[in-house]
């Protein structure tokens, strides 16, 4: 099976996600799948850039910061991500790849328009692996309220 697997972390970036997601691309291949990890980067030059680790295609699209910065240009540079990445996307070989299922994985919340148009186009199923729900943790904690930021 073709799999398009869709997060915000993945190596050489050090946090559970990105290892997490690495070796369950590593395993897809193990067990004869083809998958495809498509990560947001904002420190490549051109729109897209194809590796591969091990026999996992990881696809590099060029998007806006979203670590290690300001709350304000977090949140815009989040919401704006996904757009850059279909944007990217499709100047990239994989405009016509025919995928049989999306996975994508949160937290980041905001892949969501970019799986929804991978699964829309190719007519297939997807899966959100949800890792936490940190506005809940944080509402508990008595760090946030539940204002406009915990609502968006």
């Known amino acids: 099976m073709r799999i398009a697997l869709i997060a ?41 850039l194809l590796e591969d680790m091990d026999g996992v295609q990881v696809l590099r699209l060029k998007a806006p910061r979203t670590k290690d910065i300001g709350y304000v240009r977090r ?30 994985y949160s937290p980041t919340i905001f892949l969501g328009p970019i799986a929804n148009a991978l699964k829309k186009t190719n007519a297939c199923r997807s899966y959100l692996i949800v890792r ?3 506005p809940e943790w944080a509402m508990d904690m008595g760090l946030l309220g539940r204002g406009l930021p915990y609502r968006f």
């Open 8 to 48: 915000d972390a993945f190596p050489p970036l050090r946090s559970s996600g990105a290892v997490q997601l690495r070796d369950l691309s590593l395993e897809m291949v193990r067990q004869g799948h083809e998958p495809t990890v498509m990560i947001p980067t904002p420190d490549i030059n051109q729109p897209w």
């Open 75 to 104: 949140t815009i540079g989040e919401f704006l991500m996904p757009f850059a990445m279909l944007h990217n996307l499709r100047k990239s070989p994989f405009l016509d790849v025919r995928w049989d299922g999306i996975v994508w």
């Open 132 to 134: 936490d729900i940190f």
